[in-house]
């Protein structure tokens, strides 16, 4: 089982954040030391890692500002730098859209910086909702794995927090963000597959994992919508994912956006099933290369 960690009877963003960091503390800097090995086979260091994660703190604050006091919180409480906070909720737009095809040149040089900064060494997802409607039980399902890296597994935390107007929300996320897969106390929920467009990091949009968090602040779908909408005009999105989601009338939902493009996939549909390509016409254009594995689309 992952550690539960429960900060709802805390007031303020930034003493949630603080009591988050503290007690996932551990969990945190074992979340450090995966992406900054990540981010070295890139050819990006843990140094310039926190340098680019700080260029989105404006689209955060512009999202919620309560959000950025809770990532101030949490790194306050893990006893880490602010930057190291920030660069794992920005982890997708870090990484190069080219992250999942091949390994960069520069990853032996990002690698020997990190060790110098005590860092050492140590697929992805398919989503699913189906209505109420369509559904064997009359009940709405949105289910999904979570293939990504298995050293993570020991990073994960079950975050039970709240937003600024009181909502309830329950996240299984990697220690230090501040959400991932979860749901709310209205029945508003939400997935994730990672995707990968070629403008991936070209301006700082809104961070995909702040986006989980600020959606679970929502109680429709309809209202997530319109939020979405207001967001690509506005700061617009850092990097490439879907967001798979439903809400308690039954309403499902497929959100694909990238720095480009912002698009709902099939739309009005009963059952909705999404891996790690763009699958709606506005953003095809935007696939990055991706290597070959198991559950590529070709052999789906």
Request: charged share 20%; glycine share 8%.
């Amino acid at each position: 089982m992952f550690p539960v960690i429960d900060v709802r009877a805390i007031d303020s963003a930034k003493a949630r954040g603080e009591r988050y960091g503290s007690r996932a503390r551990e969990r945190i800097v074992h979340s450090v030391q995966t992406y900054a090995r990540l981010f070295a086979d890139c050819g990006v260091d843990w140094t310039e890692a926190g340098r680019r994660a700080m260029q989105y703190r404006d689209a955060i604050h512009a999202t919620d500002p309560y959000l950025l006091e809770e990532l101030e919180g949490i790194a306050q409480g893990a006893k880490l730098v602010f930057s190291d906070i920030l660069a794992l909720n920005c982890r997708t737009e870090i990484l190069p859209s080219s992250f999942l095809a091949q390994l960069s040149d520069d990853a032996a040089a990002a690698r020997l910086h990190n060790q110098a900064l005590g860092l050492f060494d140590w697929g992805e997802c398919t989503a699913m909702a189906v209505s109420a409607r369509a559904s064997a039980d009359g009940h709405t399902w949105l289910a999904q794995n979570w293939d990504w890296i298995g050293r993570q597994r020991d990073a994960l935390v079950v975050l039970h927090t709240r937003d600024a107007k009181g909502r309830a929300i329950a996240s299984l996320t990697e220690a230090g963000m501040l959400a991932k897969i979860g749901v709310n106390d209205q029945g508003m929920a939400v997935g994730l597959n990672i995707l990968r467009s070629v403008t991936d990091g070209s301006k700082p949009g809104v961070p995909v994992h702040v986006l989980l968090r600020h959606a679970l602040s929502f109680d429709s779908l309809k209202a997530l919508r319109k939020r979405l909408v207001q967001l690509a005009e506005g700061p617009g999105f850092g990097a490439a994912s879907n967001i798979p989601a439903a809400d308690a009338s039954g309403d499902i939902g497929s959100f694909e956006i990238s720095p480009a493009a912002f698009s709902e996939y099939a739309a009005g549909e009963e059952v909705l099933v999404h891996t790690n390509h763009f699958l709606c016409a506005p953003l095809l254009s935007q696939q990055a290369v991706m290597a070959s594995s198991l559950s590529t689309e070709a052999r789906l």
